[in-house]
């Protein structure tokens, strides 16, 4: 950050004018934050690997192969929310703003996909072929897992919002004692 920068930023904070909604870690947060996502995305890349060589070599376990792909996808974000909220690195020191944007997004996806399905008129088989179809997991309920393991990292993220505001206004309240 050059000194104008830095200065432009100063004036800002000084002024109270809106400082763009960016999340700021310190060191250690950026470190550990590194090193999960590393551990999801290789956790992600091994189980979609495993996936892709059994239902290309084995027996298909599953209708979709996109789907089946997505419930990893979903194991793997899911375990780097947990590991990320364990280690206190979810939020930066700035606050939880973009945190909050990110599992509007999720709760939202989570809920509105199933719906989609459920409501579409061309899915007329959903009730009889939900668990099993064709000796396959049916596309229903990857979709329907998926969509719970999502709901599921969002839940996590908003109980570590709410412990992280009830932290950070516990600390207002003794700096102003």
Known sequence: MSLKSFDDFCAKIVNNDPIEQKVIFDERQSLVRSQLTTRALWTFAITASINILIMECGPQWCESWVLSTAIFGAIAYLYWVIANARQDTLFGINGTIPIL?????IFGDSIIIPLLLFFD???TDIAEHFFIRNGMVSEYFAIMLACVLYLTAGIVMVVNVRKFKKKENSGTKEESK
């Open 121 to 123: 008129e061309e899915h």
């Open 101 to 105: 944007h990110q599992t509007i997004f």
